[in-house]
């Protein structure tokens, strides 16, 4: 597609709910960066995609957050038995470049992102 | 954890004023890049400057980078209503000698009133 979509844009959830939140790339790139952005403040890494593989999730706060991207391109963040401190936008991007090799600069397209807030 | 510090957290000027960001950040660096969010919306790339480059200019926007100081500054010139948004350095890092990920700061928060 012509950018990075993100659904739903906005989610409520009652604490304890699961939440899945899904990205779709720009079609072609390779990378795929999770971040969590809190009110106020800058994006913070979460994981980290290059095609299917899985190469960095040291950002997940806790094993209730699960990423996958199973064919390469779609990609889905779940959050199992949300908590308050989980409110918070989810923003997905993608990149043409291989995100963690010298061959050329990570510029990131963002999504608009997905707002979560657990009640 | 976060690797960049914007300085000012807010910046209110007139239209028409210049304005400029600082940026600080602790490790050393591949990369540094400067992002824009408008609210409620994702964050879009403006300008990439490399760790061997000093000054780098696109349109209205100006970017300097102090390796030895380790920090940046994002000057916009003749700013317009439309320029109000919060504004993010990001820096890239070496791991095992490859870039990683995007490391963003808190962002500057930039009115510009008409």
């Known amino acids: 597609g012509a950018g990075v979509s993100q659904s739903p844009r906005y989610k409520v959830a009652k604490r304890g709910q699961d939440v899945a939140l899904r990205c779709d790339p720009i079609?072609?790139?390779?990378?795929l960066f999770w971040y969590q952005q809190a009110l106020g403040q800058g994006p913070e890494f979460l994981t980290y995609?290059?095609?299917?593989?899985?190469?960095?999730k040291s950002g997940l706060p806790s094993d209730r957050f699960f990423a996958e991207r199973p064919e390469g391109s779609v990609s889905t963040l779940k959050i199992q038995r949300t908590q308050q401190e989980d409110s918070a936008v989810y923003l997905c991007?993608?990149?043409?470049?291989?995100?963690?090799?010298?061959?050329?600069?990570?510029?990131?397209?963002f999504g608009a992102g997905s707002r979560l807030t657990v009640l | 954890s976060q690797q960049g510090e914007e300085d000012p957290q807010a910046l209110s000027i007139q239209e028409g004023e210049n304005a400029t960001m600082n940026c600080s950040y602790k490790?050393?660096?591949?990369?540094l890049q400067w992002y824009r969010q408008n609210s409620g919306r994702g964050l879009v790339h403006l300008i990439l400057?490399?760790?061997?480059?000093r000054e780098k200019h696109s349109g209205r926007l100006r970017v300097t980078l102090d390796t030895s100081k380790k920090s940046s500054s994002l000057l916009i010139t003749a700013s317009r209503a439309a320029d109000t948004a919060s504004y993010f350095c990001?820096?890239?890092?070496?791991?095992?000698?490859?870039?990683?990920?995007?490391?963003f700061g808190k962002g500057t928060k930039l009115s510009v009133k008409p």
């Open positions: 991007a993608s990149s043409a470049a291989r995100g963690y090799t010298r061959s050329g600069a990570n510029v990131l397209t």
């Open positions: 079609s072609g790139h390779v990378s």
């Open positions: 995609f290059q095609n299917e593989a899985q190469l960095d």
């Open positions: 490790t050393s660096i591949n990369n």
């Open positions: 400057i490399r760790s061997n480059e």
């Open positions: 990001a820096t890239s890092i070496e791991v095992g000698g490859s870039q990683g990920n995007l490391i």
